[in-house]
Every structure is written in C-alpha cells, then in structure tokens.
T-cell receptor
Framework: EAGVVQSPRYKIIEKKQPVAFWCNPISGHNTLYWYRQNLGQGPELLIRYENEEAVDDSQLPKDRFSAERLKGVDSTLKIQPAELGDSAVYLC????????????FGPGTRLTVL | GENVEQHPSTLSVQEGDSAVIKCTYSDSASNYFPWYKQELGKRPQLIIDIRSNVGEKKDQRIAVTLNKTAKHFSLHITETQPEDSAVYFCAASMDFGNEKLTFGTGTRLTIIP
C-alpha cells in the first residue's frame, strides 16, 4: 500500500511570492490533514478535511493561506503571499476517519522563504 | 482547547538501558493517545497508540501506559538500541468529534553506544 505522497519535497522562494503544496492521501482515507512543523517543535494543525469538506480550519491564517480538496481525494495548500515566518515543514496526513484516528504522515515539504 | 506537555525535552540513555518519556494532557474528553518517532529530516511515524479504555499497551520493546485520572501517559522503551535515537512526540485527540491531534513539544532521545 502506498503511503501519503507529497510534492514538492523542497521549495525555496522569495518573500511575497506564491507557493503551493500538493498531497495525495492513502487510498480510502477520508480524512486529510495539513500540519505545519516549525524547527524543534511538534506539528500544528492548519486544516482538516472530511472528504471534500473542511471541518476544522480554525488555525489556518486565512488572509494568506488557502486549501482545497475538490474531489475528496488529493489536496492543495497554497500560500500567497509568502512571508519569512512561513518557513517550516508542511506535513500532510490522512486517516480512515471517524472512529479510526490513526494518522499517517507524508514526507513533508520543506519551505524556505528568503 | 487541548494542551499537551511533554518531558524531558532531551534524554540520553546508555545502549541497553530503558528510556521513559512522559506527557500530560488537559482535556478529559481526549481518549486517543499516539506516539510518533521522527528521525532527522523524515516524517513522523506512528510507533504505538492507546485508547482511554486501556491502561497499558505493549509492542515488543515499546510500551505505553495511561493514567486517565491523573491525565498523563508515558512511553517506555526497553533494551534501547542506537536506531532508537530520534525525536519522539506524544499527542492526544478524540476519536469521535474533534479528531485533531495536539502534539507535545517533543523529546530528543540519544542512545549512547
């Protein structure tokens, strides 16, 4: 079984530029999560999807971040414009859904904003 | 919201000895507690998890204990090996309702050969 796939693995951009990350969850996993992990810290949830519905986006900075999961499978997270403080690893995770909370993480995208 | 505290932040253990990492949580409604291992530059990997209806769970050299009354849970690694060196994160969530993992701040475990 393939794991969670993310691309790109690394991205370097200048501040004020846009950037997008892509995630393909494990097949059959209804719940998809985007986390941000700053250096030396644990992951922090940005947004959680149940199928195509964003059910928790309370931690997503909506002025510059957006996400979508149009067909309830893969997802895109976008930042526009990027700021220096956005440098972090962006992790995607998936789980089967309600009653099955085990989350499996992708390899992450390491974003560096210069 | 949920708050998870994790101690110690760093831990060095002689190879073959045991390591213990402790976490406390604040929300009594949390009922699912996973532990993740993260090697440098790699993804967090689930190593063991426990639900609140169980007090202890063991998988080979790894065990987790949960005290619901005190709202704390611990990871125990016995017969440590160099490949156990990594950062370990505890987390807490609910498996129904607000299924959002809240992570601890991590413990950097170093196994000394």
């Amino acid at each position: 079984e393939a794991g969670v796939v993310q691309s790109p693995r690394y991205k370097i951009i200048e501040k004020k530029q846009p950037v997008a990350f892509w995630c393909n969850p494990i097949s059959g996993h209804n719940t998809l999560y985007w986390y941000r992990q700053n250096l030396g810290q644990g992951p922090e949830l940005l947004i959680r999807y149940e199928n195509e519905e964003a059910v928790d986006d309370s931690q997503l900075p909506k002025d510059r971040f957006s996400a979508e999961r149009l067909k309830g499978v893969d997802s895109t997270l976008k930042i526009q414009p990027a700021e220096l403080g956005d440098s972090a690893v962006y992790l995607c995770a998936s789980s089967l859904g309600r009653g099955a909370p085990r989350e499996y993480f992708g390899p992450g995208t390491r974003l560096t904003v210069l | 919201g949920e708050n998870v505290e994790q101690h110690p932040s760093t831990l060095s253990v002689q190879e073959g000895d045991s390591a213990v990492i402790k976490c406390t949580y604040s929300d009594s409604a949390s009922n699912y507690f996973p532990w993740y291992k993260q090697e440098l530059g790699k993804r967090p990997q689930l190593i063991i998890d426990i639900r609140s209806n169980v007090g202890e769970k063991k998988d080979q050299r790894i065990a987790v204990t949960l005290n619901k009354t005190a709202k704390h849970f611990s990871l125990h690694i016995t017969e440590t090996q160099p490949e156990d060196s990594a950062v370990y994160f505890c987390a807490a969530s609910m498996d129904f309702g607000n299924e959002k993992l809240t992570f601890g701040t991590g413990t950097r475990l170093t196994i000394i050969p």
